[in-house]
């Protein structure tokens, strides 16, 4: 009906009706593809971003295998821009892969047209699956943020920009306490593309494996939850924006996770919109940020430069 509040929390989750081939098939982003065939679309997606990245460090000024922690996967890229001078907005980027793939070397595709416009991009790497596991990850996207925060505290606002699975390490961070940490940093936007926020969906496709072990693993690592449950405060200033975003060619599934979380924030208090992006899938969404007039480059950029 009509009545917000109760949309999507008595409801029954539609995904529950579903067999297991066709929740398999909603939560493979690469079937959904309509140019390419599943194989070429991952190929594909990962041989731009590999080009991207080449492309990135020889064109700009770059930080590479920087660590923001102990761990071996705790590595970082930045990419400046070429004038750089005192303080500049940092986009923090988090790849996908169903947290068991990826990698910061594969991942630069925004660098070229925003370090372009004066933004520092950060590309990061976190442990995958089956070593890493949820809660880790969530930790090093945070630890990730604090170490941008601490480097450069004059910085113009940090963005946390992710992809797919890299969408949900992003939106976890809105649960970070950071008080806890004793630094807050200077987050000013989310820009969450083609995420994933309930994970209780995926605990029956083949993508869980081996990320998710418990009902309680996937809801302690999912911000829909939290935010339903727990209703954490959104920060008082309200400074904060969260882009959702996703592909027209993303699966209903997709479509659906987006739009609740999305309704979700609204509910909280939190400052949020959402976009359907005409025309692209999963993996155009991201690989078109190599191009200065995407929309989401733009987007981007418009949020970056009006605040
Ligand atoms: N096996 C998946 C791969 C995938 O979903 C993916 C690949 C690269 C980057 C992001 C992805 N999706 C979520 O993290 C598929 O069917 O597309």
Redesign the pocket.
Known sequence: GMDVEGEGRKREAPWKKMSKEELENQ???????VRLG?EE??RT??QIGKDATLRARAARRSLLDVPYGEGEAEKLDIYFPREASGGLPFLVFV?????Q??SKDTSAFMVGPLTEEGVAVVIVSYELAPKGALDRMVDQVTQSVLFVQTRYPGNQGIYLCG??????LAAMTLLANWTKHGVTPNLKGFFLV???YDLEPLMHTS?NVPVLTSLEGAQRNSPQWHLETAAPTPPKDLACHILVVVGQHDSPEFHRQSREFYQTLLRGGWRASLEELQDVD??EI?WNLTQKDFVLTQIILKTIFQE
């Open positions: 939560y493979s982003p690469s079937r959904w593809v599943a679309a991952l997606f990962f790849h996908g892969g169903y947290w793939t990826g992809h797919s699975a890299g969408a949900h083609s995420g994933i993508e999963h993996f991201l």
